[in-house]
């Protein structure tokens, strides 16, 4: 099939052309079927998020037009699923009483070129067939199911669905809780994942390259979809595997084999982290967790199972993190009871958890202190950390010599890199040229925010990625 009819055939079946299912009747699509009870939820996202080219005049993206957990029925379909997200969130669909959603929300299909229209995935895999045809019947929709409607503006590519390739390589996996040993690469095949003590189970979240081939987790003969959690103890072999032959695809890949990918689990070995009763493994930031609590790095607040999610980041306690990791020694054997302030600033105290780490970080120059209107400095330990101030400090610790100045203080790639301190400028740049920090990606290009308070959980993520890079 050619590439022509095969983009007709995605975006008038496969994607949200939905086919007509019998007994199903459209004109109450999405309502709740007579007589039926509910067997748990899916999750449904209707999103538009995609950068328009330059030089057109095309609608500008929506954002995530609705999200939300809906009730799913035995009769049920994904498509019945989207509508009913959309009526209960007073958004309009078009055309699926008829089989084809041509319109939501009032974008509609080729407004954005003659590849644009509205297609989706399930569990991040684009199905080989429409929307009404994906059931609980048929058992590929089932409870937990990620149904995900998408403004596409070339047919699929722009969303990782490719029908030139049969490259069936996973592109990440992220762990919901544990360490991952080595760091997932798509070229290397076998894998440590070290969980904490007590742990039964791990979500496992692999991704694939191609999205039109499914990625599915398996242990001891069961197979599990993306994101499940599944029941591990020590010693369990976990097979992640990527477009199996046998398993449905759009593309014409039957003589490719599938990628195959083995975990080894070991629970409450070396390295183990605690599990944080107020993080959610599964969102993007549960695996940093993991990563920097097995390090000692980020402990949670003493005498509470809490991580701290949501709450800034305080300078004592971005010194000590810095601390424990360049004092290992140092830390094993701290007693804050009879630690001395040592530095000739305000904003230090004897016998605090961070005493040393201050000590440490302004001996060093890691952090130097606010300059105060009188020009005197305090190193402020209970102040809030701003993004700006967390990537100089890193900056000051982990860059090589000459590599700030090099880096120059240019920040025109970010919309609001004008705003950035002139302090803080050069350590933008080179965080930026090295990949650490990447900005958030939104509609209107990509932003720094870099007087943002630094939530712990975001501090986790950048620390991970450090580590990663071999910055730190």
């Not at 019947?137 to 149904?147: C, F, H, Y």
């Not at 629970?267 to 993007?284: C, M, N």
């Amino acid at each position: 099939m050619n590439l022509k009819r095969k983009l007709v055939a995605l975006l008038l079946s496969a994607v949200v052309a939905c086919g007509l299912v019998p007994g199903i009747a459209f004109a109450a699509i999405g309502d709740i079927p007579s007589g039926e009870t509910p067997i748990g939820q899916v999750h449904v996202s209707i999103s538009d998020t995609l950068a328009r080219p330059a030089g057109v005049n095309y609608p500008a993206p929506r954002g995530t037009i609705a999200e939300g957990d809906v009730d799913l029925y035995p009769s049920d379909s994904a498509m019945s699923a989207i509508v009913r997200l959309a009526n209960e969130k007073g958004v309009a669909v078009v055309g699926a009483d008829k089989g084809y959603i041509t319109s939501v929300a009032g974008l509609g299909e080729f407004d954005c070129g003659k590849r644009s229209g509205w297609m989706g995935t399930i569990d991040d895999w684009f199905a080989n067939t429409g929307f009404s045809s994906v059931t609980v019947s048929s058992g590929a929709l089932e409870p937990g199911s990620e149904v995900d409607l998408m403004y596409t503006l070339d047919g699929g590519p722009d969303f990782g669905s490719d029908w030139g390739s049969n490259d069936k390589t996973v592109a990440s996996l992220s762990v919901g809780a544990g360490i991952l040993s080595p760091s997932f690469s798509a070229g290397v095949h076998a894998y440590t994942l070290t969980l904490p003590e007590g742990s039964t189970s791990v979500a496992l979240t692999p991704t694939a390259t191609n999205k039109n081939f499914q990625v599915k987790a398996r242990v001891s003969g069961a197979w599990y979809k993306r994101g499940a959690e599944i029941p591990v103890s020590d010693g369990s072999v976990v097979e992640v595997v990527c477009g199996d032959p046998s398993w449905p695809t759009m593309n014409d890949a039957a003589n490719v084999p599938a990628q195959r990918y083995e975990i080894t689990v070991k629970v409450g070995a070396s390295g183990s982290a605690p599990v944080f009763s107020d993080v959610d493994y599964s969102d993007w930031y549960g695996d940093a967790v993991t990563f920097v609590a097995a390090r000692g790095l980020i402990t949670g607040y003493a005498g509470t199972t809490l991580f701290g999610v949501g709450d800034t980041l305080t300078r004592g306690q971005l010194a000590t993190i810095l601390w424990r990791n360049a004092c290992p020694d140092e830390n094993a054997s701290y007693d804050p009871k009879t630690a001395k302030n040592e530095i000739d600033i305000a904003g230090s105290a004897d016998g605090m958890y961070y005493t040393a780490a201050a000590n440490w970080a302004f001996t060093n120059g890691v952090i130097t202190g606010i300059v105060l209107e009188d020009g005197t400095r305090d190193f402020a330990a209970e102040g809030k950390v701003s993004f700006e101030q967390l990537v100089t400090v890193l900056a000051r610790l982990c860059a090589a010599p000459g590599e700030l100045e090099s880096a120059g203080s240019d920040l025109s790639a970010f919309a609001d890199g004008d705003l950035a301190s002139d302090w803080s400028r050069s350590a933008f740049a080179w965080a930026a040229k090295k990949g650490l920090v990447e900005g958030y990606d939104w509609p209107t290009g990509k932003y720094l925010v870099p007087g943002e308070d630094v939530a712990r959980e975001r501090v986790a993520v950048v620390l991970k990625r450090a580590f990663e890079m071999g910055i730190m």
